[in-house]
């Protein structure tokens, strides 16, 4: 499994950026892929994923951020919208077959692109 981040980039309060993860064929159809960030001296934590044909989010980003898959090019984004500068960090896209309750928990994941960085600063 091979995943790629992209899409980071320096954005003012309140503006929007859209990140990408391509994830190599077939990754959808065997595992769960999450987007999760670390912050600076920070644990890595949960942001979002779609399990099941549903969307999760977690509560500091639910309804500014809008997770979806595209199954034709094995990518899935995350547009982030009224961005704050509490959401600045490492950005990673991961993969694994966690259940429901431990999606949250970057230790159900086995694999992880490299991150791109997200800084939203004035």
């Known amino acids: 499994v091979q995943l790629q981040a992209s899409g980071g980039g320096l954005v003012q309060p309140g503006g929007s950026l859209r990140l990408s993860c391509a994830a190599s064929?077939?990754?959808?159809?065997?595992?769960?892929v999450s987007w999760f960030r670390q912050a600076p001296e920070k644990e890595r934590e949960f942001v979002a994923t779609?399990?099941?044909?549903?969307?999760y989010y977690d509560d500091a980003v639910q309804g500014r951020f809008i997770i979806s898959r595209d199954n034709a090019k094995n990518t899935i984004n995350l547009q982030m919208n009224s961005l704050k500068p509490e959401d600045t960090a490492l950005y990673y896209c991961?993969?694994?077959?966690?259940?429901?309750?431990?999606?949250?928990?970057?230790?159900?994941?086995?694999?992880w692109g490299q991150g791109t960085q997200v800084t939203v600063s004035s």
């Open positions: 064929e077939g990754t959808f159809s065997s595992y769960t």
């Open positions: 991961g993969a694994g077959r966690p259940i429901i309750s431990s999606m949250r928990n970057p230790e159900a994941y086995y694999y």
């Open positions: 779609v399990a099941r044909g549903r969307t």
